[in-house]
């Protein structure tokens, strides 16, 4: 699978939404066992005015994966190395979207000074990080994730 990364600009906005709000609906049922309620909470935020903004923050950045032209990932990391958003299309699921994602967004990280990435990931992610070198911060709140980047 080709995938062609890039940042994200206010067109991605519906796409990209749209591929969020399907990762989380469709690949993260560890986390929200199909709970509407609990969906609906998760999934409130990943708007086209939400993503709009997410662009503005200072020091943000939001990236897209490509496939054929159409949107299958969008990754998130602030000015600090807090990643923020990483998720993918559930047809790009372990194509190596997420992982591209990931290397983007901590390279940007070590470009802006950046010694390590955090995140808080999902029960679903969680293997996924683990077996990219994030570990937990403290031994009893396995959800929080860093990585030294140097």
């Not at 591929?19 to 935020?45: K, M, Q, S, T, Y």
């Not at 709009?52 to 950045?61: D, E, Y």
Request: charged share 20%; aromatic share 6%; glycine share 8%.
């Amino acid at each position: 699978m080709t995938v062609n990364l890039r940042p994200a600009t206010s067109v991605d906005a519906v796409d990209g939404s749209r591929v969020l709000r399907r990762a989380i609906v469709e690949l993260c049922h560890a986390d929200h066992g199909g709970d509407p309620a609990l969906i609906a909470a998760w999934i409130a935020n990943k708007t086209p005015e939400n993503w709009l903004a997410w662009l503005m923050q200072p020091g943000a950045s939001l990236f897209v994966a490509e496939r054929s032209a159409a949107l299958v990932g969008v990754g998130m990391v602030d000015a600090g190395g807090m990643i923020l958003l990483n998720y993918v299309a559930p047809e790009a699921r372990y194509r190596g979207v997420s992982t591209a994602l990931l290397k983007a967004m901590e390279q940007a990280s070590i470009e802006r000074g950046a010694t390590a990435c955090r995140l808080e990931t999902t029960k679903t992610a969680r293997p996924f990080y683990r077996s990219r070198g994030y570990a937990p911060v403290v031994a009893d709140t396995p959800m929080i994730l860093a990585k030294n980047l140097a």
